[in-house]
């Protein structure tokens, strides 16, 4: 089968799907906006033929790709991005060519965050208020309905960019002085944040799922530049499960990738604050791999040709996590060779992060993993902890 990829050199590890496809027998055709002599070389041996085009929302030109493809290789079987930045392009290219997979309509339903709120609504699964946002006397009212504080964000973004907390009227007529454009308003939730990550068969069926916990929000993460960390559960809570799966019920998703981001209140109970039609970002294919011992790359691809996966059982056997520090104004109590030291046999690898993800998740990461959480939980201590701060253990 022809499977059009969109952008396969982005995120960096994105070419472990092409060549995953490639040895499952699909022939894979790329469109990226990196010239061809810049791809790595496992993934020019992946690809069947690449494209090059230097914008991906240029719809004209993404057609003309496509339409290219169609001529040289027939049928189109597959168009796929996994990327937040290219699922509106994709879903276009689908409806064009008649591929099967979400189309236009279902993206501005499931991909806007006012959308999510009437998906969820219906299906009467907690969630946060949300309105659309409109200018601060509009904010202000839905404040009083709702209480300080409250969240403004885009209707469709990722990584909390353009995110603002707001605790009084007199914190929006300062933020809000020009009207907003596609921005909503959602009352601000205290909880701890978990995910629920995966994909589901043709039917609809997860195939395969695990959780992560974030240390922090993204939303403090980048507007308060904090160090930051996120781990797999090796075993996840059974109400977190039960909303996860009514939530993908909900959303009605087929043959595709998801991540959702639930809130843990303090009071236990767990609520849905967003869907994300694709793979989790960042490392947390690779977490996901490392905890079960899994590669859910090739999974997925064989997922797609067919193959049945009613006796695929996958269990975590680690909690592993990705930690994450950062150059500017920071004193860290451990070097960061005495920090790999204290790691030793947990570590996975460690490394610059990409320069797209540095705002989000720091300047180096270090992939880890551990059998009891408690012990994780000390690593992060010895990665996060300042000079003349306390820190967990034995520093010597």
């Known amino acids: 089968m022809n499977f059009v990829f969109i952008s396969p050199q982005f995120p960096p590890h994105f070419y472990l799907f092409v060549q995953a496809l490639r040895e499952q027998g699909f022939k894979v055709l790329g469109i990226g906006d990196a010239p061809y002599d810049s791809l790595r070389p496992e993934l020019r041996d992946a690809l069947q033929e690449y494209f090059y085009t230097p914008n991906l929302t240029d719809t004209d030109a993404m057609l003309r790709a496509v339409g290219y493809f169609t001529w040289k290789h027939g049928l189109v079987h597959r168009i796929e991005s996994l990327n937040e930045s290219w699922l509106a392009v994709e879903a276009t290219l689908r409806e064009h060519f008649n591929v099967p997979g979400l189309r236009p309509p279902d993206i501005a339903r499931l991909r806007t965050k006012f959308g999510m709120a ?10 946060p208020l949300c309105e659309r946002a409109v200018d601060a006397p509009q904010v202000k009212a839905f404040a009083q309905r709702a209480g300080y504080p409250v969240v403004i964000k885009p209707d469709v973004g990722v990584g909390a960019v353009r995110t603002f907390k707001l605790s009084s009227d007199a914190e929006v007529d300062a933020t809000l002085i020009q009207p907003l454009a596609d921005a909503v308003v959602q009352n601000f939730v205290k909880g701890q944040i978990f995910t629920y990550d995966g994909f589901v068969d043709p039917q609809g069926r997860v195939v395969f799922a695990i959780s992560h916990q974030y240390l922090d929000g993204i939303m403090e ?8 960390a996120f781990w797999t559960l090796r075993e996840m809570p059974q109400e977190l499960e039960a909303i996860g799966r009514k939530t993908l019920a ?3 998703l087929r043959e595709r990738w998801f991540h959702l981001e639930f809130f843990r209140g303090e009071d236990g109970r767990f609520l849905v604050l967003e869907a994300n039609l694709r793979p989790p970002g960042a490392t947390m294919t690779d977490t996901m791999n490392y905890a079960c011992d899994v590669d859910v790359y090739r999974l997925w691809a064989r997922m797609l040709t067919g193959e049945t996966m009613d006796g695929v059982r996958i269990e975590a056997h680690y909690h592993a996590a990705h930690i994450t520090r950062r150059h500017a104004n920071r004193h860290y109590r451990l070097s960061r060779e005495e920090l790999l030291s204290r790691l030793g046999e947990n570590l996975i690898l460690f490394g610059e992060t990409p320069p797209a993800y540095r705002v989000n998740l720091g300047d180096e990461m270090y992939l880890v993993r551990y059998k009891r959480l408690e012990e994780l939980r000390e690593a992060i201590s010895w990665a996060h902890a300042q000079v003349g701060s306390e820190i967990q253990g034995n520093t010597n």
């Open 221 to 228: 993460v980048v507007n308060e530049v904090r160090d930051s």
């Open 118 to 127: 009437q998906v969820f609504r219906a299906a009467g699964i907690p969630h």
């Open 250 to 252: 909900a959303l009605g």
